[in-house]
């Protein structure tokens, strides 16, 4: 077959013309050098993700990473009563770092179909853990989809500063058209209890200042929950005293799919899991502490139910599982793809 402009070109012919001329390139055929080869970019840093979005039945939930430290510990955080040597063997059988940890601050959105509702603020400027390395619930809401303005509900776990300090902004409410739900028992205590003669360092104090701060200029837009309680369809309140005196868990439920977002049941999801017996620094009282831990981790583990950990590693969304005495964490997959 001839072509319009000359003889036809077998493929054989081709494939050997194109040897050639790579040929020539390689020996320096080529009028011009080829271009140097570009030098590796600059290293771009750790990356994580800020944010983590499921279906619950009708529910869209999303969790919010509200800080990223790296701290001391988990003792004495966990297992004050124990020998820190006790705590480190821990972190060591279960291939962690011995005296650091990075806890979880987990905020948790739940978008019903009817509200916008979040389950605990962050640390905002004045929290557990300072900006830089806390306070992002404000700016990590936009990358995640929402705006402060749209949140309708806030419903506080506890009174803590990593809970409540994210609710004002410049002295302002950062949710500025929120009604605010809490525990009766919580609200009642910080409301009612001077704590002005502890050491500032002491988390009763910070709490206190904090309450005065961000709670109260906002106390009419407060309603309270007591255990069993209804904060909107399908989601109900669980008493989980101890960590405070009104601390409370969340049960979620919607279309047979269930959630349970329980607050600071867990400080570390190795530690207070293998151990639940162990004081936490943080719980006002340890016993009930205790208790509450034990009682939270047997229902999660019974029934399966899925868990939004405050504290532990983000996306802090898991599993509860018993083993042996204790129980333990198992952090989610792709449950809730299939």
């Not at 054989?12 to 390689?26: I, V």
């Not at 532990?312 to 449950?335: D, H, L």
Request: aromatic content about 10%.
């Amino acid at each position: 077959m001839m072509s319009p402009s000359g003889p036809a070109v077998t493929r054989r012919e081709a494939l050997a013309a194109g040897a050639a001329l790579a040929a020539g390139s390689l020996l320096g055929g080529c009028e011009s050098p080829p271009d140097p080869i570009a030098a590796p970019p600059a290293p771009e840093g750790p990356a994580r993700p800020s944010h983590y979005r499921f279906r619950l039945g009708d529910f869209e939930v999303t969790t919010i990473s509200d800080a990223g430290a790296v701290i001391d510990g988990p003792w004495p955080i966990v297992g004050e009563d124990r020998e820190p040597a006790e705590v480190e063997r821990l972190m060591r059988e279960n291939l962690l770092p011995e005296k650091k940890f990075r806890p979880g601050f987990t905020p948790m959105l739940v978008h019903t179909g009817r509200e916008l509702i979040l389950f605990d603020t962050g640390n905002g400027p004045a929290g557990f853990v300072p900006r830089p390395y806390g306070g992002w619930l404000a700016e990590q809401l936009g990358p995640a989809g929402f705006a402060p303005g749209q949140v309708d509900v806030v419903v506080l776990s506890h009174l803590h500063p990593d809970h409540v300090g994210g609710m004002m902004e410049n002295g302002k409410p950062l949710f500025p058209r929120a009604r605010y739900v809490t525990g009766q028992v919580e609200y009642d205590h910080w409301s009612s209890t001077d704590y002005s003669s502890a050491s500032p360092e002491e988390n009763v104090y910070k709490t206190s200042r904090l309450f005065q701060s961000n709670v109260a200029p906002v106390a009419d837009r407060f309603s309270f929950v007591r255990p069993d309680g209804e904060v909107a369809p399908g989601i109900h309140a669980i008493a989980a005293y101890g960590h405070t005196p009104g601390h409370l868990a969340f049960h979620l439920e919607s279309r047979g799919k269930r959630l349970l977002f329980w607050g600071d049941c867990a400080h570390h999801e190795v530690a207070s899991l293998a151990h639940p017996e162990w004081h936490a620094l943080f719980d006002m009282d340890k016993e009930a502490g205790a208790r509450t831990r034990r009682r939270i981790y047997q229902m999660a583990a019974e029934e399966r139910i899925p868990v939004v950990g405050y504290h532990t590693s983000f996306p802090s969304v898991g599993f509860v599982q018993k083993a042996s005495s204790a129980y333990r964490w198992v952090s989610v997959t792709y449950q809730f793809d299939a």
